[in-house]
């Protein structure tokens, strides 16, 4: 509206100016005056804001050509190195070049426009969703219903995360997609242009708010061994993305404290959401022991997580050496069958040494530890079955020769 | 001796055609008048044309006074012969220099008008120089100033 009103002065100064030029005295004024409107026009293309206030800028062009049309002489000599027609070529030329700017801006705005929906579409569905899987977990009895909605909600954030996800990684790809330049290099109007996309598609917000959801859903849903590989890859996949496209935008910010701080924020929420899958995960595998009434000591990563079954195992070892055989007997058969065997070497451990959680070393020695308590169970088990089975053959050769002696005796 | 007559036989001639060797016409006219602001010293700079100069012996002949130099502006251009035009606000003369070796030495000081000019300015035309000061108007050559 300000720069309307400008232009307005303009045209009216145009005006007064024409008439001036009629009854003007100097030359050297009429060059100065024609030197400082077309400063004057230059500016307010340079600072236009609309496409409307262009086609206004384009009518001013043509008056001030037509007012000065009559000192063409003159100004052709005076605008030294330029002359009347090429002053005007090139406002010409450079509003051209404005109107392209807001031509594709406004084709920008409408992808943003579409896109925004999109996000916040999404959004609320999400938010919508997450309060209904709270009510659903906090119901402290579950029946085959609950569970079933629980799961199809789950089952449709789930589904809505990766689309947002990929309304990001789309959002990214086209910011990116013209400056495929290595190493990245822009020139300040490149980074400006970029800059004002960054903005215009809310990238910084989007950002967080799709690390916010992963962190969320992570927060309430149940994790599955099978659900670790397509969680852990989309991490790995967003923050590769992340990577390149912060880099990008830190040399774009390099001196703009808010925005710098607002990327370092950005890479302390990928972190956040690293601990928290990890967490979760963690978490998930102890389920299974606590499941069975088996507690560990608390562990956080793949090596952890090896100290405290290995000192389990270590414990239940001198507690069987101690006394106790028959409870130490009961918790191994239940640690082996129902939860190493079944669930966790079975299940996790593919998957937690697929996604270098947990190295091969460290199951291997809790393996050997397996072994060792297993051969004390097994070992203890024999000795006695051994001892059955031997008094057994013995009763049964000896009752087996009595009958043959007495065979014998009685033949003879 | 002879050797040295038929040198001088030799390069007379030379010399003779180069001293003799006239580009003309040549147009010296500026389009428009330029208005040139003194530093603290005194010294003007034109930009386009590439010259400076100090006012101080224009202020002093004009005025008797180089007093706040650097309020000065004087209005300055070159007609097509060559000769510089130099008034200002305040001036009852025009000042009509031409260029020598590293100076500019007065022509003609031309007396235009007994009361000194308000706003003049200089406009470049055909076959001479423009001042227009208000409602006055003169014409103005090397060594004469006409009203109109």
Excluded at chain 2, 35 to 40: E, G, M, P, S
Aim: net charge negative.
């Amino acid at each position: 509206m300000k720069k309307l009103k400008t232009l307005s002065h303009i045209t009216l100064l145009l005006f007064i100016a024409a008439v001036n030029l009629t009854y003007s005295q100097s030359d050297y004024n009429l060059v100065q005056d024609f030197k400082a409107r077309y400063n004057e026009i230059e500016d307010l293309i340079k600072t236009a804001e609309s496409l409307d206030e262009c086609l206004q800028l384009s009518n001013e062009i043509t008056a001030m050509r037509y007012s000065f049309e009559e000192h063409k002489t003159l100004l052709d000599k005076s605008l030294y190195p330029m002359d009347f027609n090429a002053s005007f070529t090139n406002l010409s030329g450079m509003l051209e070049i404005r109107k392209r700017d807001f031509l594709h801006i406004t084709q920008l705005q409408a992808e943003v426009d579409t896109l925004k929906e999109r996000f916040a579409v999404l959004d609320k569905a999400n938010i919508s969703l997450i309060e209904r899987i709270n009510i659903l977990e906090k119901d402290q009895i579950k029946n085959s219903k609950t569970i079933a909605s629980l799961q199809q909600l789950t089952a449709q954030l789930k589904a809505n995360i990766k689309q947002r996800d990929m309304l990001i990684v789309e959002v990214a790809d086209s910011l990116f997609a013209g400056h495929v330049n290595h190493p990245f290099t822009l020139n300040d109007a490149e980074k400006m242009s970029l800059a004002q996309k960054v903005q215009y598609h809310n990238l910084f917000y989007n950002m967080e708010k799709t690390i916010d959801d992963h962190i969320q859903f992570l927060k309430i849903s149940t994790i599955k061994p099978q659900d670790v590989a397509d969680m852990k890859k989309e991490y790995n996949g967003f923050i590769m993305m992340w990577e390149k496209v912060g880099e990008k935008l830190a040399d774009i910010y390099l001196v703009k404290k808010e925005k710098a701080e607002r990327i370092e924020k950005i890479n302390n929420k990928f972190a956040e959401w690293d601990t928290t899958l990890n967490n979760v995960m963690w978490a998930a595998v102890n389920k299974s022991f606590e499941e069975k009434n088996i507690s560990l000591p608390e562990y956080n990563n793949g090596e952890e997580f090896a100290n405290s079954v290995t000192d389990f195992i270590n414990h239940q070892i001198e507690k069987a050496n101690a006394a106790d055989v028959e409870e130490v007997e009961e918790t191994y058969y239940t640690f082996t069958d129902s939860v190493w065997n079944s669930k966790i070497e079975k299940e996790w451990v593919p998957i937690l040494i697929e996604n270098n959680m947990l190295t091969k070393a460290d199951k291997d020695s809790i393996v050997s530890r397996l072994t060792v308590w297993k051969a004390q169970i097994i070992g203890d088990e024999f000795e006695w079955w051994v001892y059955a089975v031997g008094v057994l053959i013995l009763i049964g050769i000896v009752m087996v020769s009595s009958n043959i002696f007495r065979k014998r005796a009685s033949e003879s | 001796m002879k050797k040295l007559v038929l040198f001088a036989a030799l390069i007379f001639p030379l010399l003779i055609a180069c001293s003799s060797l006239v580009l003309s016409p040549v147009n010296y006219a500026w389009p428009v008048e330029n208005v040139l602001r003194a530093d603290n010293n005194g010294f003007v700079e034109e930009k386009r044309h590439s010259i400076s100069f100090n006012i101080k012996p224009i202020l002093v002949t004009e005025f008797n006074d180089t007093t706040n130099i650097e309020s000065r502006e004087i209005r300055i251009i070159r007609n097509s012969s060559g000769f510089y035009f130099i008034t200002g606000s305040g001036f009852k003369n025009v000042y009509v220099f031409e260029s020598e070796d590293g100076e500019l030495s007065l022509k003609d000081k031309l007396a235009v008008s007994e009361t000194a000019f308000q706003n003049p300015v200089f406009n470049q035309k055909e076959s001479h120089i423009e001042l227009r000061d208000s409602e006055k108007k003169y014409v103005l050559t090397n060594n004469d100033a006409a009203g109109e």
